[in-house]
């Protein structure tokens, strides 16, 4: 799958477009194929590595998770066997880390069924 790639800190020049493989889900994992991420003040200070003392958790010289983005809104493309409340074709939305890519896996918790009427 195509995802962006953050090799480093700094300006947009650390992103690069990438192919790599598909995140697997666990029994309580869903994976959603993504059809809309957003760019917002947390992803901004990430990309920047600023303030300096988030390196202590995101990763000193490069971040930890390399695929960027919080985000995410998508459909439901696989479910793990002990997911309950959401199946595969139901529209969602949510935050994990790793939005920027075709694809993202995370947790039930991560994901909301999106409500009727909302585009």
Known sequence: ???????????????????IEKPAVDDEGVLVRVRAASVNALDWHL?????????????????KSPVPGVDVAGTVAAVGRNVTRLKPGDEVFGMRSGAFAEYVAGKERNFVPKPAGFT
């Open 47 to 63: 990309m920047r590595g600023i303030p300096s003392i988030i390196r202590l958790t995101t990763g000193l010289r490069r971040p």
């Open 1 to 19: 799958m195509k995802a962006i790639v953050q090799t480093g800190y700094g300006s947009t020049d650390v992103f690069e477009l990438r192919e």
